[in-house]
């Protein structure tokens, strides 16, 4: 199948259709076996404190963008949000969405974040979970949404931590002789952009970007950033989860907490 990439890392086919890797059969045939998408929102070590920095979404309207499989979606739908729309590229991420997590008040929609028609001011809250290092342009996606939202709106995401992006090797880990964990080689820290890199399958593009461009971004939207959050693995936590004692090593998780002011200067369409 021919396949030309557009600007974002999503693929069109030349049937018209969208491609991101998630569509790939070999790629969804291992990331479908992570627990991480087999079970509900609030299984993974980041979920709590995502959902502290959202708070209540009761009678709120939010679009979650990159909602894969639903979970977060749907946890925001049954905490009493007045609609939820969830929009993804990938159609294999949002069968599984369609099938096991409807719910009367979300809507999902397959597109991708570049494409979408951010309506004005039309949500109170914006959530995206791990999925912004996919998207290439973060200044014209920070626009979008500071558009979508209304004034004093909230955007809470969760992206990869530029520490884990800026790895110089797949895995990251720098071994001894023995095979044991040395230390996190970190390289080009400073150079942003795509990053490709084996992940079930070969080529895996994710977008690294400096801790000072993902929340200057925001800012230069016209976002208040309120919290940042690194989150690492905690005493229960390990207890229950021993073998994620090498998380505290290093960062893998960014979270941001914005408000969208009340007088932006910056959300006209570019
Ligand atoms: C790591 S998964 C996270 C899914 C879900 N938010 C979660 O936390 O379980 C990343 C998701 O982003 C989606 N995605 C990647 N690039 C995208 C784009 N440009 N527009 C919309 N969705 C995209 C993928 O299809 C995938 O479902």
Same mark, same amino acid.
């Given at each position: 199948?021919?396949?030309?990439?557009?600007?974002?890392?999503?693929?069109?086919?030349?049937?018209?259709?969208?491609?991101?890797?998630?569509?790939?059969?070999? =790629? =969804?045939?291992?990331?479908?076996?992570?627990?991480?998408?087999?079970?509900?929102?609030? &299984?993974?070590?980041?979920?709590?404190? =995502?959902?502290?920095?959202?708070?209540?979404?009761?009678?709120?309207?939010?679009?979650?963008?990159?909602?894969? /499989?639903?979970?977060?979606?749907?946890?925001?739908?049954?905490?009493? /949000?007045?609609?939820?729309?969830?929009?993804? /590229?990938?159609?294999?991420?949002?069968?599984?969405?369609?099938?096991?997590?409807?719910?009367?008040?979300?809507?999902?929609?397959?597109?991708?974040?570049?494409?979408?028609?951010?309506?004005?001011?039309?949500? $109170?809250?914006?959530?995206?979970?791990?999925?912004?290092?996919?998207?290439?342009?973060?200044?014209?996606?920070?626009?979008?949404? /500071?558009?979508?939202?209304?004034?004093?709106?909230?955007?809470? =995401?969760?992206?990869?931590?530029?520490? &884990?992006?800026?790895?110089?090797?797949?895995?990251?880990?720098?071994?001894?002789?023995?095979?044991?964990?040395?230390?996190?080689?970190?390289?080009?820290?400073?150079?942003?952009?795509?990053?490709?890199?084996?992940?079930?399958?070969?080529?895996?593009?994710?977008?690294?970007?400096?801790?000072?461009?993902?929340?200057?971004?925001?800012?230069?939207?016209?976002?208040?950033?309120?919290?940042?959050?690194?989150?690492?693995?905690?005493?229960?936590?390990?207890? $229950?989860?021993?073998?994620?004692? $090498?998380?505290?090593?290093?960062?893998?998780?960014?979270?941001?907490?914005?408000?969208?002011?009340?007088?932006?200067?910056?959300?006209?369409?570019?």
């Amino acid at each position: 199948m021919l396949l030309l990439r557009n600007y974002n890392g999503v693929f069109m086919s030349k049937v018209g259709k969208l491609h991101v890797i998630y569509d790939d059969p070999l =790629f =969804f045939a291992g990331y479908s076996q992570l627990r991480r998408f087999r079970a509900d929102w609030g &299984y993974a070590m980041e979920h709590s404190a =995502f959902i502290n920095l959202v708070g209540s979404v009761q009678g709120r309207r939010v679009l979650d963008l990159g909602c894969g /499989a639903g979970q977060l979606s749907l946890y925001l739908a049954t905490a009493g /949000a007045a609609k939820v729309i969830s929009i993804d /590229a990938s159609e294999r991420m949002l069968n599984v969405a369609r099938t096991q997590r409807m719910h009367p008040c979300i809507t999902y929609q397959l597109t991708s974040m570049s494409d979408y028609d951010y309506p004005s001011e039309d949500f $109170d809250v914006v959530v995206s979970s791990l999925a912004f290092h996919y998207v290439r342009d973060y200044t014209n996606l920070m626009r979008n949404i /500071a558009r979508c939202l209304v004034p004093n709106g909230l955007l809470v =995401f969760s992206t990869e931590h530029p520490i &884990y992006s800026a790895r110089n090797s797949t895995d990251g880990w720098v071994t001894g002789a023995d095979g044991s964990r040395i230390g996190w080689a970190l390289d080009h820290y400073a150079e942003e952009g795509p990053r490709d890199h084996h992940w079930f399958v070969d080529g895996v593009r994710r977008y690294h970007r400096t801790v000072a461009t993902l929340v200057n971004g925001p800012i230069d939207a016209g976002f208040t950033v309120e919290r940042v959050l690194e989150p690492a693995p905690s005493d229960e936590w390990l207890h $229950d989860h021993p073998g994620d004692m $090498d998380e505290r090593r290093r960062p893998m998780f960014l979270l941001v907490r914005a408000r969208r002011s009340s007088h932006s200067a910056n959300t006209s369409r570019p």
